[in-house]
């Protein structure tokens, strides 16, 4: 089996731009998460996606959201890029869901710099 | 609150055990994982532990789970060069889905 793949793995944008980032998660898998990867703050969960509807959301502000389609695949956006959004966004795919916690496996990350 | 804390850094020789520990304050959390990250890389699910287990053994890997004093601890037997990385302790909460709640990571370098 694959595993979970994200696009694009490098990504430079400046201030004020919007990103879009994608994630694959692994085949069968249904829910996608997202973590933000700084050397200050560490890793910080941004939101959990499962059956295309967001189950839990972490403490970021509105310009960080993110949707789920029919075949799972994922993206978040971040619209007007500050430079403290420079970080590696990674995603992690599991099969569970609703109510059921499992064991979760992360993509290689998208390492966004913003200037 | 979540609150999962790791010591910065471990330097051991190659062929030693390396214990890497780990603390968190929530009582409700269901499982406990540790994660390896590589410079560059993502994270590699290493192994996972139940909450209401105290051990868990997996070839060269060993886990240990205090409850009572909310310590977890990763024990790499024989550690070698290529063992050398980031590691990172995680939970997941009662009612929190797949939420992780990483601890802060510990470089763990392995000399020859």
């Known amino acids: 089996k694959a595993g979970v793949t994200q696009t694009p793995r490098y990504l430079i944008k400046t201030r004020g731009q919007q990103v879009t980032l994608s994630c694959s998660p692994i085949s069968g898998h249904r829910s996608v998460s997202w973590y933000q990867q700084t050397p200050g703050q560490g890793l910080q969960f941004l939101f959990e996606?499962?059956?295309?509807?967001?189950?839990n959301k972490g403490n970021f502000p509105g310009r960080f959201s993110g949707r789920q389609f029919s075949n799972s695949r994922s993206e978040m956006n971040v619209s007007t890029l500050e430079l403290g959004d420079s970080a590696l966004y990674l995603c992690a795919s599991s099969s569970q869901g609703w109510g059921d916690t499992d064991t979760q496996y992360f993509g290689p990350g998208t390492r966004l710099t913003v200037l | 609150g979540e609150d999962v804390e790791q010591s910065l850094f471990l330097s051991v020789r190659e062929g030693d055990s390396s214990v890497i520990n780990c603390t968190y304050t929530?009582?409700?959390?269901?499982?406990l994982y540790w994660y390896k990250q590589e410079p560059g890389a993502g994270l590699q699910l290493l192994t996972y532990?139940?909450?209401?287990?105290d051990m868990k053994q997996d070839q060269r890997l060993t886990v240990l789970l205090n409850k009572k004093d909310k310590h977890l601890s990763l024990r790499i037997a024989d550690t070698q060069t290529g063992d050398s990385a980031i590691y990172f302790c995680?939970?997941?909460?009662?009612?929190?889905?797949?939420?992780?709640?990483f601890g802060t990571g510990t470089q763990l370098k392995v000399e020859l």
């Open positions: 995680a939970e997941t909460l009662t009612g929190g889905g797949n939420k992780l709640t």
């Open positions: 929530d009582s409700s959390s269901t499982y």
């Open positions: 532990i139940f909450s209401n287990m």
């Open positions: 996606y499962f059956s295309e509807t967001q189950r």
